[in-house]
């Protein structure tokens, strides 16, 4: 069963006569406002926290519409008129974000209907997630916002984030948007995963900081999401679901549609009670999650680390046609616990035919090499000698792709960082060249010159479209995954009984 937010399980896990829920698209107009009023924006320029933090960002991004700081005190802030009131305000806005007091915001909800707002984000905490009376106050102002047809995101909640229109709700993300969407009930967790998929050069289309869903939730914006032409792939950071019979229906069809991986908050016992002093929410045991990401196609995942390197196997790794893997390593160990980073992800690590490795012999001296796949051998570190077992790998048609794990970041010679580039570029230009999908991986310790190793070849990697992964089980595991997202969708790369057997089956999971 799917836990609730009120802390009963609704609807046993099934599709049977799920009914087709209104369409998300009603939501667009969230992500297009002409007008914002920021209502709590702080005096002093150096409390660059809540209501400043949303100015700032608006501030920086080059939002094209109007901005209106409202508070009492003042009447400029950061260059801006600002307003005693929403009362005030020469035009209606049409979203408001809410900085002030919990107490306060029944009578900001009775403004807002006053000047026809359409939306407000409640960043104001103080609801649901701090007790009997904060509930009640959170289902009042719901009720008013019903009454007067707008729309709450939150409260407790970071917001928007919509590079393509300019909306953040920091100025530390880019302006750059892409194709990925997010969903995050906690505004942390959302602020991090954003500036991590940054880092790694992933760009969003649309982030949503959802909070205690007092009136927006976590189905109605997966809805909105999946019909969304700038969101090509989604991830969601969920602690409870308000309506487990439809939030399990939006998921499974949605699956079908794009790509989903889902990060579950409260997954322990004691994760569970930190949600509902978080958002309110009550999270359920992991096993019926588990179940759920199965049933519904979504694929799962444990961290924000392994959301992004989701993210960074479905933006830059060619579809690969079946999941049997390749792997090209320096070293015996390395190549040892590569190919079991990849059986334990379940994906297949073939022993070469006679032909490959008598080809590969043509070329590889036997002394010091491995030719069974794993490939091995320090005549590696020659760039030319690289490329043609790249493309004698790539033309054997015995593997789906390919993994190059680089030598171990070192100060010295002979893997220094020459020496890497050289070899990386290699393999940059061998992936332009052959049909077969490759990624790359870059080990790194923590040390100042392992870890300024990794970033340079993270950054040629980024320029050059090709997925990087800082250890094989990493690169393994999101590949795993992409297999089984791309095979629930309705026009798969693949379709084969071996995919379908691993889509059954979670990374790290037995075979």
């Known amino acids: 069963m799917v836990p609730s937010s009120e802390g009963h399980p609704s609807t046993p896990i099934s599709t049977c006569g799920i009914q087709e829920e209104t369409p998300g698209s009603g939501l667009e107009f969230l992500f297009h406002p002409r007008s914002i009023a920021i209502v709590g924006t702080p005096s002093d320029p150096a409390m660059n926290q809540g209501a400043g933090v949303f100015l700032d960002s608006l501030i920086a991004f080059g939002y094209q519409g109007d901005i209106y700081p409202v508070n009492p005190k003042l009447s400029e802030i950061r260059g801006l008129k600002s307003y005693p009131s929403l009362i005030s305000l020469p035009r209606d806005p049409d979203y408001v974000v809410c900085c002030i007091p919990a107490a306060l915001t029944p009578q900001l909800v009775k403004d807002c209907a006053s000047r026809g707002v359409r939306a407000i984000s409640i960043y104001t905490a103080g609801f649901s997630e701090a007790g009997d009376q904060g509930a009640e106050l959170e289902k009042h102002i719901a009720g008013l916002a019903r009454q007067a047809g707008i729309r709450l995101i939150g409260p407790n909640c970071m917001g928007l984030y919509c590079p393509k229109t300019r909306l953040s709700y920091s100025s530390l993300l880019s302006r750059e948007a892409g194709g990925v969407g997010l969903l995050c009930q906690s505004g942390g967790i959302s602020l991090a995963l954003t500036i991590m998929g940054n880092f790694m050069g992933i760009r969003f289309s649309k982030v949503v900081s959802y909070g205690n869903a007092a009136d927006l939730n976590e189905a109605d914006f997966l809805e909105y999401l999946s019909q969304d032409n700038d969101t090509r792939v989604m991830g969601a950071y969920i602690e409870g679901v308000r309506d487990g019979h439809r939030f399990l229906g939006t998921l499974t069809r949605l699956t079908r549609l794009k790509p989903v991986a889902v990060l579950k908050g409260g997954r322990t016992a004691a994760g569970s009670k930190a949600t509902a002093s978080h958002t309110g929410s ?108 790249i493309e004698t790998m790539a033309l054997c048609r015995e593997v789906d792709l390919l993994i190059i794990r680089l030598p171990f970041a070192v100060a010295r010679p002979p893997f220094d960082l020459e020496v890497t580039d050289t070899i990386l570029e290699a393999v940059i230009q061998m992936s332009k060249a052959v049909d077969i999908p490759m990624t790359v991986v870059q080990p790194h310790g923590e040390t100042p010159e392992s870890s300024g190793q990794f970033f340079v070849v993270h950054r040629r990697c980024l320029e050059a479209g090709l997925p990087v992964f800082s250890t094989t089980r990493r690169a393994a595991d999101a590949i795993s995954r992409l297999i089984q997202a791309a095979y629930r969708l309705d026009r798969p790369w693949m379709a084969d009984e071996e995919t379908e057997a691993c889509s059954s089956r979670r990374p790290g999971e037995a075979q």
């Open 282 to 389: 009550f999270a359920g045991d992991e096993r019926i999650w588990r179940g759920l990401c199965r049933q519904t196609g979504a694929v799962e995942v444990h961290s924000s680390e392994e959301m992004i390197d989701f993210f960074e196997a479905w933006s830059r790794l060619k579809p690969p046609k079946g999941r049997r893997v390749g792997i090209i390593a320096w070293g015996g160990g390395p190549s040892v616990v590569t190919t079991d980073d990849c059986e334990s992800a379940g994906l297949i690590v073939p022993t070469l035919s006679i032909k490959t490795r008598t080809d590969l012999k043509a070329f590889v001296p036997e002394p010091g090499s491995s030719i069974n796949n794993p490939i091995d051998s320090p005549v590696l570190a020659n760039p030319a000698l690289l490329s043609k077992v």
